[in-house]
């Protein structure tokens, strides 16, 4: 019997797409953030006031993934930036696919960093690569201190965490360093951000971390 | 060129499955409600509260779906009720068949309604039958009112809706109207419940309807 080596990887149609999508990026000296949450955890918002703050700071465009409405490219658009919608038609993630067609209708050469604002799900977005520079999970305090245990996959593999909403945590039952110790057990290397996409609160700390990495 | 048909539905693995839960709850006369919500609406609190207020008039037991630990469960059996954890080492929602090996270590001659507690996501559980009487879906006021245009398939497919933490809805921009008016488009039908695990707030009329479907 005959044993054949196959030393390449096989790589799936989304990897392929995802390799693309990266190359593209680092060509073009892009940075792309994924977001990636539950439904209701503020990422819009988020966005929204980020490119707020940054304005004339940093040129800021967004590829919005929803399953249904062009809701999100709306409110993104009224904060003033680029933004080109997905919709999924009942999928459950972005595919890299749909992020290399997204990438093509930005005026990318005018921006200086690009978010993906994912489909609101705490579990299938973290394992489809979409080429991005790194991921960002946010998770908001209604949601529960309990959550990085129970869905680890985003948090072990996020650069960076926002806990949203603070602004609710004397009307909700959430202990930040029960949800931080969760979190740094399952990766020593991420940074977490305190924010209120409502009161602004912590975006000073986010937005520098942003202009760190963006090297402006 | 020969045509054939078939006339009989080639039903996948997880139809099968449902198919015999379906049989085996009819056949013992329990109900099953497949509870459906992004991670951290408040599922485990609503049956928690659930529990303890039927205690003596409706006998209850409890699948709890998590990717990971027994947290669920453990809060659950606090409440007084059985309960079986599933874990799904990283699955997105439970299958039919972990349903049906659940079932068998629950006294199911022993309840009066089986909850199923899917795991926290508000896109892939609505679409994997599991046997199931009826699927109820839960929306937590920090979460949005839009929640019910952006993922349509769960509110779409419910017999009914939670709207819990309505205890937050001053400190957060809901409007339960255009909530309700979405999800009515969308299914006419369904029995809307605004309550408030942590207050009680409104669970008269939920345990009043949990008391009617099953007859007590």
């Given at each position: ?85 997905i ?7 972005l595919s890299?696919?749909q992020v ?117």
């Amino acid at each position: 019997m005959y044993k054949v080596k196959v030393g390449k990887k096989i790589l799936s149609a989304n990897e392929e797409y995802a390799a693309l999508n990266s190359q593209f990026l680092t060509e073009h000296k892009k940075l792309c953030l994924n977001m990636i949450s539950s439904p209701g955890s503020g990422k819009t918002a988020i966005l929204a006031r980020t490119i707020t703050e940054l304005k004339g700071k940093i040129r800021i465009g967004v590829i919005e993934g929803d399953i249904q409405t062009e809701i999100d490219a709306e409110r993104i658009r009224a904060a003033g930036a680029a933004a080109v919608q997905i919709n999924t038609d009942g999928a459950c993630h972005l595919s890299a696919l749909q992020v290399n067609s997204a990438l093509k209708k930005l005026p990318v050469e005018e921006l200086d960093l690009i978010f993906i604002e994912n489909v609101g799900n705490l579990v299938c977005p973290s394992t489809f690569e979409l080429g991005e520079t790194a991921k960002v999970a946010v998770l908001s305090v209604p949601e529960g201190d309990d959550k990085p245990a129970k869905y680890p996959a985003i948090f072990a593999r996020a650069k960076a965490l926002l806990i949203n909403k603070v602004d609710l945590l004397e009307a909700v039952d959430f202990d930040i360093e029960r949800a931080k110790a969760d979190v740094m057990k399952l990766n020593r290397d991420i940074k977490i951000f305190p924010v209120s996409a409502k009161t602004g609160q912590g975006f000073g700390d986010w937005c520098n971390w942003l202009l760190e990495l963006t090297g402006k």
